[in-house]
């Protein structure tokens, strides 16, 4: 029930912006997105979340098409500790009423010296 | 503030043992999640938690495995008896609401 399309990697110089793409097609009109990140051995970290408004926070931006069916996560000026797997999730409500996270398979985000 | 925790890091074990894994969420948050990442594929919800309730394990693969939350704090995760195909990260998240979970680092099981 994959949800969500990413590129497998990407690479990024040090100092410039890493933009990352996400399909989600499918997501339904009370679907919101999330973004994530994975740095080795630990577990994902939470980065920012929209549901059809452009979002900002300290870490990054996040843009949301109108129609919905793509967002990018920019982080506007990555660095070496940047380097991680990015997840773009759809948080999807179940029929019980409560919501669980659809995961993509993740970006693998190389930021270069 | 303490985050997520669980136990084991790593767990080795043979076809048909059985495997617990332990999760102790963030101190007052009613929300607890199991998810996993079998080899190759993306991390998949297994099943939640409000408090001790169960509100949905539809993720859960089959009925080798036991999720129980006594008390309504930390969780266990049971794997009985284990299969190779068991193998993978298994991650716990929790939080307060409908906000953004907070996941702990993962118990890598390995099923020799």
């Known amino acids: 029930d994959a949800k969500t399309t990413q590129p497998t990697s990407m690479d990024c110089a040090e100092g410039r912006a890493a933009n990352l793409p996400c399909n989600h097609s499918?997501?339904?009109?009370?679907?919101?997105v999330y973004w994530y990140r994975q740095i080795h051995s630990q577990g994902p970290q939470y980065i920012i979340h929209?549901?059809?408004n452009n979002e900002t926070n300290e870490m990054a931006s996040l843009i949301i098409t109108e129609d919905r069916k793509s967002s990018t996560l920019i982080l506007p000026h990555a660095t070496l500790r940047d380097t991680a797997v990015y997840y773009c999730?759809?948080?999807?409500?179940?029929?019980?009423?409560?919501?669980?996270?659809?995961f993509g398979t993740g970006t693998r985000l190389k930021v270069l010296a | 503030e303490a985050g997520v925790t669980q136990f084991p890091s790593h767990s080795v074990i043979e076809k048909g043992q059985t495997v617990t894994l332990r999760c102790d969420p963030i101190?007052?948050?009613?929300?607890l999640y199991w998810y996993r990442r079998v080899m190759g594929k993306e991390i998949k919800f297994l099943l939640h938690?409000?408090?001790?309730?169960?509100?949905?394990e539809s993720g859960m693969p089959n009925n080798r495995f036991l999720a129980e939350r006594t008390g309504g704090t930390y969780s266990t995760l049971k794997v009985q008896p284990a299969e190779l195909e068991d193998s993978g990260v298994y991650f716990c998240?929790?939080?307060?609401?409908?906000?953004?979970?907070?996941f702990g680092p993962g118990t890598r099981l390995t099923v020799l």
């Open positions: 998240a929790s939080s307060p609401w409908r906000d953004e979970q907070f």
């Open positions: 499918t997501i339904s009109g009370n679907e919101y």
């Open positions: 929209g549901l059809k």
């Open positions: 999730i759809v948080r999807s409500y179940t029929t019980s009423g409560t919501y669980k996270y659809i």
């Open positions: 101190s007052g948050h009613d929300n």
């Open positions: 938690f409000v408090k001790e309730s169960k509100q949905d």
